[in-house]
Structure formats: structure tokens, C-alpha cells
């Protein structure tokens, strides 16, 4: 088919040409010749709901849970789940402060800082440590990307050096914070 | 779809054991079946041996399938025959994005050291700390949308989602507002919670 289309087009161009130089192309080349008979059958809805109810019933096959287990792509995961749990507090948060008025809960800084003081220290650690982990992770895997926007450290051996190296700064930094 | 009832295995197989149907649970192998029927071997080779000595399971399969997620739901573009469309080639698509959301990052970095070494913060700087963390967090929220719900795939729902964040976003923004006019602000606050 591939042929039979650059012939035609270099039959166009050679008919483009002037009149002079003008080839006369025999018939058959410029038709598509079929030496077995066709029949264009549409698809209809019913064929089309019959393979996709095929493909849901196929099987999946395993992706994350064979791949080879590697700095590389759980740090970059690990970025996405820190990133939308730290986000997605600030958006409760947010969300709940606007709705607190309206169904009398109290979440002002105060009350929850009083809240806070009353629980004991090591729930207090506990919880500040879960809460600074994140924090310090996603923001100095942030500065790695950030590194990689200017094309800095892109070898694979540098990615996984650099890995490590964030997730010790980060987990010190929390130990830091929390403690 | 004549594919279902076609034997999806080796031809030396088909000819010794023909069967309409091959389906994966099948409990005996069929090469080993098909050894027996066929003609014997002078001398047992040790692949023959480690496969009769073996349990019998279906072959061609050495974990169960436990798929970690269904398959989403399933949407043809066409026909059957059609190929997938490849979109249009752009160099330049979506550059401004690209250039905003480093920016955004790129300017998160002092703001978020800043309360660290300065103690406290100004207001003014509270609030846009409070800002760039709003609008950062909406790019990554509309990267996860692009990322699990392809419009191709899904549409209704990607679209419902975009315009759900951004309802959300910008409700947490006047939420943030609040919180800035009425309480301590945003470091301030994380401050005295931290070290109460």
C-alpha cells in the first residue's frame, strides 16, 4: 500500500509538471486493484459493547507489584502521596473553617492549640513527627525536581545518590522538628 | 472473536490433542498430555522429568491473577479496526503551564524557610505564603485528575472533577482569608499548635 501510494504521488507531481513532459499513467496504476472480493462490513453497537464487556473481563497484568523495587520510582510516588495528603489537609481545612460557623465546630487556632497542650507527650511526638515527614519530604524532593528542571543531576547513578540523600535530610529534618 | 475458540497454543499440540476450547485453568499441562499421546520418548530428558515430578497446574501461569486494579471502564474510539489516534504533534503546548508551575515551586522554597528562620511572619507575607501553597497544591491536584482520569476514558467524570477543584480551590481561598482576618495566620498558627 505504502507503494502504491508514493506512486501516486509522484504520478500528482508528475502531472503538476507542464504538459510537455506529461506522462500518460495507465489506468490500472491509478485504481487500487483487489484480486479477492471485499465486503465493508460497519461495526455496530452491539459488536462494539461485546469486546468491551472482553476487555473488562480481561485479566490485568501485574505492573507495580513485579517491578523491580528502586529509589527511582518509589521517591517520585512517595512525592504524589506526600504532596496530596499535605494538600488535601490544607484543603480540609480550609473547607472546614468556612463551614465551622454553620455547625458549631470549634477550630480555631486557640482550641486547637489547647486541644493539643492537653494530649500526652508522646502522642504529642508521634503525631508531630507524622506531620513533619511529609513536610520535609515532599519539599526537598521538591528542590530534586527542581534540580531536574534545569538539567542538573539527570544520570540514573545521580537520581538514586540524590534519593537517598533526601530521604536521610528529610527524616532528620522531621526527627529535628518534631523532637 | 474467532480468536475465543482458536487454541491459543503450540501447533505440535494442537495436532496430538486437538481441543475446541483452551481456557487457563486447565489442570493438566498440556504438553505433558501431549508427550503421552504422541510418540514416546527413547529416553526420559530431565525436562520431562522435573515436569511429571511437578504439580499439576494450568500452565502458562505461575501467579494466580489477582488483579491489584479492575480494568477501567473500557471506551472504543471507532471501530474495532480503527487505529488509535494519535493526537497532534505541538512543541509548544502547554509551556506557560510548565514555566508557572516551576515558579510557583521555585518561589515556595524562601516563603517556606522564611517563618523557620524569622520566627513569625508579616501578615501580608502569611497570605501569600497562604497563596502560592493554594495555587501549588491545585496544579498538583489537577496533575492527579489528568494523570487517573483521561477525558478519552472517562469525560463526564474529568470534567466534573476540574470544575469540583475548582469550586474547592477557591472556597479554601476565601477559607484561608478568613483564617487570616480572624485568627493568628497560617505559620503563626502551626507555631503555637506546634509548641504547645
Given at each position: 500500500?505504502?507503494?502504491?501510494?508514493?506512486?501516486?504521488?509522484?504520478l500528482r507531481r508528475v502531472a503538476a509538471q507542464p504538459l510537455s513532459r506529461a506522462v500518460v499513467p495507465a489506468a490500472s496504476f491509478s485504481q487500487q486493484r483487489r484480486l479477492a472480493a471485499t465486503q465493508n462490513i460497519p461495526a455496530t453497537a452491539t459488536e462494539n459493547e461485546l469486546?468491551?464487556?472482553?476487555?473488562?473481563?480481561?485479566?490485568?497484568?501485574?505492573?507495580?507489584?513485579?517491578?523491580?523495587?528502586?529509589?527511582?520510582?518509589?521517591?517520585?510516588?512517595l512525592n504524589r502521596i506526600t504532596g496530596v495528603a499535605l494538600a488535601g489537609s490544607f484543603y480540609l481545612y480550609g473547607l472546614a473553617?468556612?463551614?465551622?460557623?454553620?455547625?458549631?465546630?470549634?477550630?480555631?487556632?486557640?482550641?486547637?492549640?489547647?486541644?493539643?497542650?492537653?494530649?500526652?507527650?508522646?502522642a504529642k511526638v508521634g503525631v508531630k513527627f507524622l506531620a513533619a515527614w511529609p513536610f520535609t519530604y515532599h519539599a526537598v524532593?521538591?528542590?530534586?525536581?527542581?534540580?531536574?528542571?534545569?538539567a542538573v543531576g539527570m544520570k540514573n547513578k545521580t537520581v538514586i545518590q540524590t534519593g537517598w540523600v533526601m530521604v536521610g535530610t528529610s527524616f532528620l529534618g522531621a526527627c529535628y522538628l518534631a523532637f | 472473536m474467532a480468536s475465543i475458540a482458536r487454541p491459543a497454543v503450540f501447533r505440535q499440540v494442537c495436532t496430538a490433542a486437538p481441543?475446541?476450547?483452551?481456557?487457563?485453568?486447565?489442570?493438566?499441562?498440556?504438553?505433558t498430555s501431549a508427550f503421552r499421546t504422541s510418540?514416546?520418548?527413547?529416553?526420559?530428558?530431565?525436562?520431562?522429568?522435573?515436569?511429571?515430578?511437578?504439580?499439576?497446574?494450568?500452565?502458562?501461569?505461575?501467579?494466580?491473577?489477582?488483579?491489584i486494579l479492575?480494568?477501567?471502564?473500557?471506551?472504543?474510539?471507532?471501530?474495532?479496526?480503527?487505529?488509535?489516534?494519535?493526537?497532534?504533534?505541538?512543541?509548544f503546548h502547554g509551556a506557560y503551564h510548565w514555566t508557572f508551575e516551576r515558579i510557583m515551586a521555585a518561589g515556595l522554597v524562601p516563603l517556606t524557610v522564611a517563618p523557620f528562620a524569622a520566627g513569625s511572619l508579616n501578615p501580608i507575607t502569611d497570605g501569600v505564603l497562604c497563596a502560592f501553597i493554594l495555587v501549588h497544591s491545585h496544579i498538583g491536584f489537577q496533575s492527579c485528575i489528568i494523570d487517573y482520569?483521561?477525558?478519552?476514558?472517562?469525560?463526564?467524570?474529568?470534567?466534573?472533577?476540574?470544575?469540583?477543584?475548582?469550586?474547592?480551590?477557591?472556597?479554601?481561598?476565601?477559607?484561608?482569608?478568613?483564617?487570616?482576618?480572624?485568627?493568628?495566620?497560617?505559620?503563626?498558627?502551626?507555631?503555637?499548635?506546634?509548641?504547645a
Amino acid at each position: 500500500m505504502l507503494a502504491q501510494r508514493a506512486f501516486q504521488t509522484t504520478l500528482r507531481r508528475v502531472a503538476a509538471q507542464p504538459l510537455s513532459r506529461a506522462v500518460v499513467p495507465a489506468a490500472s496504476f491509478s485504481q487500487q486493484r483487489r484480486l479477492a472480493a471485499t465486503q465493508n462490513i460497519p461495526a455496530t453497537a452491539t459488536e462494539n459493547e461485546l469486546l468491551v464487556q472482553q476487555r473488562l473481563r480481561r485479566p490485568v497484568s501485574p505492573h507495580i507489584s513485579i517491578y523491580k523495587a528502586q529509589i527511582t520510582w518509589y521517591a517520585s510516588g512517595l512525592n504524589r502521596i506526600t504532596g496530596v495528603a499535605l494538600a488535601g489537609s490544607f484543603y480540609l481545612y480550609g473547607l472546614a473553617y468556612l463551614v465551622a460557623p454553620l455547625t458549631g465546630w470549634h477550630i480555631e487556632s486557640m482550641t486547637l492549640a489547647t486541644a493539643f497542650a492537653a494530649w500526652p507527650a508522646f502522642a504529642k511526638v508521634g503525631v508531630k513527627f507524622l506531620a513533619a515527614w511529609p513536610f520535609t519530604y515532599h519539599a526537598v524532593n521538591g528542590l530534586r525536581h527542581l534540580s531536574w528542571d534545569f538539567a542538573v543531576g539527570m544520570k540514573n547513578k545521580t537520581v538514586i545518590q540524590t534519593g537517598w540523600v533526601m530521604v536521610g535530610t528529610s527524616f532528620l529534618g522531621a526527627c529535628y522538628l518534631a523532637f | 472473536m474467532a480468536s475465543i475458540a482458536r487454541p491459543a497454543v503450540f501447533r505440535q499440540v494442537c495436532t496430538a490433542a486437538p481441543s475446541k476450547r483452551v481456557f487457563s485453568t486447565r489442570t493438566t499441562p498440556l504438553i505433558t498430555s501431549a508427550f503421552r499421546t504422541s510418540k514416546p520418548l527413547s529416553r526420559p530428558t530431565p525436562s520431562t522429568i522435573i515436569r511429571e515430578t511437578l504439580p499439576k497446574v494450568a500452565s502458562f501461569h505461575a501467579t494466580a491473577s489477582r488483579p491489584i486494579l479492575p480494568p477501567p471502564p473500557q471506551r472504543i474510539q471507532g471501530t474495532a479496526n480503527d487505529p488509535a489516534p494519535v493526537p497532534d504533534p505541538s512543541a509548544f503546548h502547554g509551556a506557560y503551564h510548565w514555566t508557572f508551575e516551576r515558579i510557583m515551586a521555585a518561589g515556595l522554597v524562601p516563603l517556606t524557610v522564611a517563618p523557620f528562620a524569622a520566627g513569625s511572619l508579616n501578615p501580608i507575607t502569611d497570605g501569600v505564603l497562604c497563596a502560592f501553597i493554594l495555587v501549588h497544591s491545585h496544579i498538583g491536584f489537577q496533575s492527579c485528575i489528568i494523570d487517573y482520569f483521561p477525558s478519552k476514558r472517562t469525560p463526564k467524570t474529568r470534567k466534573g472533577l476540574m470544575w469540583l477543584l475548582n469550586a474547592a480551590t477557591v472556597l479554601v481561598g476565601v477559607g484561608f482569608y478568613e483564617f487570616e482576618t480572624n485568627d493568628v495566620g497560617l505559620t503563626e498558627a502551626l507555631k503555637r499548635i506546634w509548641h504547645a
